[in-house]
């Protein structure tokens, strides 16, 4: 019983060395929808579920795959206005990266600023973590770039990688079909049918989004893009 006290509190570790709270905000991520990340030869592709509750939604009012800066993107896994606070702090540290810098802001640094504004969220009183883990993607230097952030603050780089409902399910497949050759076209394929590993019901343009980032920047496909792509699909 006396544990159960440390479930609680944000800033106490408990004795077994925890903060419990970050691992109810893992299990928020872990119960969200299903997201894929794959890094291609030549770009970077990310793709997300994105079912709603009501068929008299407006299946294009609210987006999951965001544009942060002409070159980077991202997408999310748990908690939606959670999501949406990460964007707008996003945004507002690449613009102001641009005008002290007068250039793109690279993905590395945007990445490490979101992840110490999530961490901050660990060890703050009267605050509780971002229930969503991201996944970044973005281009420079001539190469592709991707990683995820977590509700802890700690950042990887992927080659590929799955999150979100049966991520293990998800990273069991991109084991099998990933390939650093792998052109992004085919990227977007294999993280498509990686998402279908998961997917519960008919898989539509108007049910998962998609984007993508290559030397030319970074896009969210429409919805007659993406359904090309699931023509081709079995």
């Not at 795959?65 to 939606?80: D, K, L």
Request: glycine share 8%.
């Amino acid at each position: 019983m006396a544990s159960e006290r440390y479930s609680f509190s944000l800033t106490t570790f408990s004795p077994s060395g925890k903060l419990v709270q970050i691992e109810y905000a893992l299990a928020a991520v872990a119960a969200g929808a299903p997201s894929v990340g794959i890094k291609a030869s030549n770009g970077v592709v990310i793709a997300t579920e994105n079912k709603h509750k009501s068929i008299l939604y407006d299946e294009h009012s609210v987006h999951k795959v965001e544009m942060i800066t002409n070159h980077i993107g991202m997408i999310y896994s748990g908690m939606g206005p959670d999501y949406r606070l990460l964007v707008k702090q996003a945004r507002k540290m690449a613009q102001q990266y641009f005008l002290v810098y007068r250039e793109p802001i690279p993905t590395v640094q945007l990445v490490q600023r979101v992840a110490a504004v999530m961490q901050e969220y660990t060890q703050s009183g009267g605050v509780r973590p971002f229930g969503v883990s991201l996944l970044i993607c973005g281009w420079d230097s001539e190469r592709p770039y991707l990683f995820q952030c977590d509700p802890s603050g700690a950042y990887f780089a992927w080659k590929a990688t799955a999150m979100g409902k049966n991520y293990i399910n998800g990273k069991t497949f991109l084991e099998k079909r990933y390939s650093e050759d792998l052109e992004l076209d085919d990227a977007v394929h294999t993280a498509i049918l990686t998402l279908k590993e998961s997917f519960e019901g008919q898989m539509t343009a108007d049910n998962i989004e998609v984007g993508i980032c290559d030397s030319t920047g970074f896009k969210r496909l429409d919805p007659s893009h993406v359904k090309d792509y699931l023509a081709n699909i079995p």
